[in-house]
């Protein structure tokens, strides 16, 4: 069964240096997700891709986060610098092709510790 | 905006107990409308879904039907299993076309022998 791959699982960094995430959703699928779940909350979107083109980055803190999926498959998040507030699940998900009746298929995160 | 309100936990049953976990929404149109689980260590997974009211989705036997007139989702499964204690997230989907997701703040399962 096809699932989102992200990597690494786990991440410790201090504050102040940077970070990246990867994640290759389903393939096939047009439609990434980068969702924060911070400790005892649900997730929440931080930016939306349909092939290699933004949709929706309006919740993504750009003063330090950015993102990207140039061919329009795998994609990378990147913080920096990262600060202690950072400390959350970073979520991939992918879909189809984005409409109303696609679902969302989730990876299994990148749990990220900052010191 | 688009919000949703959960139940919150945790909750701990005994194995073979009836299984309710409230969901509420509050949103413009009429939102698709879906739980979640996340079991220990693993990634979010589709429990299951209702895009219209009255519409009762179903899976693994668990279900929720869509309550307009109560702006509501609830779940439920009539005999939980040790192997359902997970983290369970409800979430709706505006009609923006951005399919974007607003999730729950997730309520946490415990299910004991």
């Known amino acids: 069964e096809a699932e989102v791959a992200q990597s690494p699982r786990y991440k410790i960094t201090e504050k102040s240096q940077a970070v990246a995430f990867w994640c290759d959703p389903i393939s096939g699928h047009a439609t990434l997700y980068w969702y924060r779940q911070i400790l005892g909350q649900g997730p929440e979107l931080l930016v939306q891709?349909?092939?290699?083109?933004?949709?929706?980055d309006s919740q993504l803190p750009k003063d330090r986060f950015s993102a990207e999926r140039l061919k329009g498959v795998d994609s990378t998040l990147k913080i920096q610098p990262a600060e202690l507030g950072d400390s959350a699940m970073y979520l991939c998900?992918?879909?189809?092709?984005?409409?109303?009746?696609?679902?969302?298929?989730f990876g299994p995160g990148t749990r990220l510790t900052v010191l | 905006g688009d919000s949703v309100t959960q139940m919150e936990g945790p909750v701990t049953l005994s194995e073979e107990a009836f299984l309710t976990i409230n969901c509420t929404y509050t949103a413009t149109g009429y939102p698709s409308l879906f739980w979640y689980v996340q079991y220990p260590g693993e990634g979010l997974q589709l429990l299951l879904k209702a895009t219209k009211a009255d519409d009762k989705g179903s899976n693994k036997g668990f279900e929720a039907t869509y309550r307009k007139e109560t702006t509501s989702f609830h779940l439920e499964k009539g005999s939980v299993q040790v192997s359902d204690s997970a983290v369970y997230f409800c979430?709706?989907?505006?009609?923006?076309?951005?399919?974007?997701?607003?999730f729950g703040t997730g309520t946490r399962l415990t299910v004991i022998p």
């Open positions: 998900a992918s879909s189809l092709i984005g409409q109303d009746t696609d679902t969302q298929y």
């Open positions: 979430a709706l989907r505006d009609q923006t076309g951005a399919n974007n997701l607003f």
């Open positions: 891709f349909q092939d290699e083109s933004v949709v929706d």
